[in-house]
């Protein structure tokens, strides 16, 4: 097979990467224009932090990652059609209008795609190979299983509307104002800011002896990045806890090289 044949479904994945280059664009727009207030209300032995957003929340965010989730998926699917194609020697292949590249969760799922078996063996393998049970820490530490799940459910849910994720927070006070023993895991959580509401509080223990009258001596430190929570919440720490922006340049190498493995002349 040669790699020609391929371009196409290139053209689709570097496709995407623009549209991602456009939410990155989007959101270093909006957080300069419309920087993220912080509130702080304190009480007798602690204080009340919430975030919240300063105007409304870009929805063309969410259309941008809805067609970047479509040309990804629409690239795994025409590799499919083409190797169903080369392998059945039919133009247009059985089953046509309903070939989609399979993401499954277990191989016993895998085992039951009867298409697949139209495949030259080969191919069957080296599809077998790239499905998401494979990836360390099961199928939600894969790249494809996540373009799969969020292409299906913007596809025939809901769009999905990106929040804004505060990570990263960090409490400090020049006056040890704050019981550092007491603030537990808030440093390590991820607090999403939806469009038009404060984001969850967090509740920091202060010392009731050394109460001044403001908020001066304590200082909070975070990062404020877009985000899907399905993702963040439900993959693997070791993934979800790179940028938004980080994981889909990655999904698009991923399925850069599955299209690649298949233009690799095999025995």
């Known amino acids: ?23 990155a664009t989007i959101q270093t727009e909006y957080l ?7 509130s702080i209300e304190e009480h007798h032995d602690h ?7 300063t105007a409304p929340f870009p929805h063309a965010a969410s259309i941008l990652f809805g067609e970047w989730l479509y040309n990804l998926r629409a690239a795994l699917d025409g590799l ?9 020697g039919l133009n247009p292949p059985p089953n046509a209008t309903r070939l989609t590249y399979p993401i499954t969760t277990s191989r016993g799922q895998f085992d039951t795609n009867r298409d697949i078996k139209r495949l ?11 499905q998401p049970y494979h990836s360390t820490g099961g199928h939600t530490g894969s790249a494809l299983w996540w373009v799969h799940h969020l292409a299906r459910l913007d596809r025939h849910r809901h769009t999905h509307l990106l929040v804004w994720r505060v990570k990263h927070i960090k409490f400090e006070s020049s006056t040890n104002r704050i019981d550092l023993n007491r603030v ?16 969850q509080p967090i509740t920091i223990p202060i010392y009731p002896i050394t109460m001044p009258g ?3 001596h304590i200082t909070i430190r975070r990062t404020i ?9 439900n993959a693997p720490h070791s993934y979800s806890i790179f940028p938004l922006m980080e994981r889909m340049a990655n999904a698009e190498q991923v399925i850069h090289a599955t299209v690649d493995s298949f233009t690799t002349p095999q025995p």
């Open 1 to 23: 097979m040669t790699s020609n044949k391929f371009d196409i479904i290139h053209t689709r994945i570097q496709r995407a990467s623009t549209h991602r280059d456009e939410l």
């Open 32 to 38: 300069n224009q419309h920087p993220i207030a912080t």
């Open 47 to 53: 204080v009340i932090i919430r975030f919240h957003a």
């Open 80 to 88: 499919y059609y083409q190797l169903m194609m080369e392998d059945t």
């Open 120 to 130: 030259a063996n080969r191919h069957q393998i080296a599809i077998e190979h790239t």
């Open 184 to 199: 537990g895991n808030n440093n390590r959580r991820s607090i999403y800011i939806r469009h038009n509401q404060d984001s």
């Open 214 to 216: 403001t908020n001066d």
């Open 225 to 233: 990045e877009l985000d899907i929570p399905d993702w963040a919440d």
